[in-house]
């Protein structure tokens, strides 16, 4: 099996395709290295044909798994669509596999650049086209960079979510009492930097109960899901 979270991504489209509104959905592999600073994903490389050689310099080639030649050989969407079902998530460039993945209601974060071809519009991050499908948009003209470190942190936000809301160990055996009600007046008084805090030291503790895994979930922004 292997070893999850697996993160399948593409990055770069036909580049015979890019030369009007096209031009400029590509990014170089090496803008993904943010999310590889996470010690626990693993990557999942899409890519055929043009951009593919991009793995042999890349600085967390080591991170991806060694099917390379299999998906080099793949024939169809039928063949891709298998194996992408096979990840958690894709991360893709403005390309046919996000068209596919969103088809098939595969979440993907799909990665636009600043002007973007018109189906995407130009603002919001979802899409009437694909429902599984979340937009990550530059915010300025040819800023990859900065929307990498968006998308990282973004993933590291909700993969930290997922955790609190789904732990596998919890230590009910101290007293939770006095520490939901320190966190229930921080709240009220709105010390959000505090009971965030707070919130922190008991999961590390061992000590956080429903209540206060909640509330930093809300704290760190919500429950949205990876799509």
Do not use: M
């Amino acid at each position: 099996d292997a070893p999850r979270p697996l993160i399948a991504i593409a990055w770069q489209g036909n580049p015979d395709a890019e030369h009007t509104t096209l031009r400029g959905r590509s990014l170089p592999l090496e803008s993904f290295a943010p999310l590889a600073q996470d010690s626990n994903l693993s990557f999942l490389s899409l890519q055929k044909g043009p951009g593919s050689e991009q793995l042999a310099s890349c600085s967390f080639r080591h991170r991806f798994l060694d099917i390379q030649p299999e998906i080099d050989a793949l024939w169809d969407f039928n063949d891709t669509a298998a194996i992408l079902a096979c990840s958690d998530l894709l991360i893709s460039s403005d390309s046919a596999i996000a068209h596919l993945a969103g088809a098939i209601g595969h979440p993907t974060w799909l990665l636009l650049h600043h002007l973007p071809e018109w189906r995407w519009g130009l603002q919001g991050d979802s899409t009437h086209w694909y429902p599984s499908l979340q937009i990550f948009r530059q915010s300025a003209p040819g800023d990859w960079s900065s929307l990498l470190q968006h998308v990282a942190h973004t993933f590291s936000q909700l993969q930290q979510l997922r955790s609190l809301l789904n732990p596998q160990h919890s230590n009910t055996l101290q007293p939770q009492r006095d520490t939901e009600a320190e966190l229930e007046t921080l709240l009220a008084q709105g010390q959000r930097d505090a009971a965030e805090a707070l919130c922190r030291r008991r999961l590390e503790a061992g000590t956080a109960g429903e209540r206060v895994r909640t509330a930093l979930a809300s704290l760190l922004g919500g429950t949205e899901r990876w799509q």
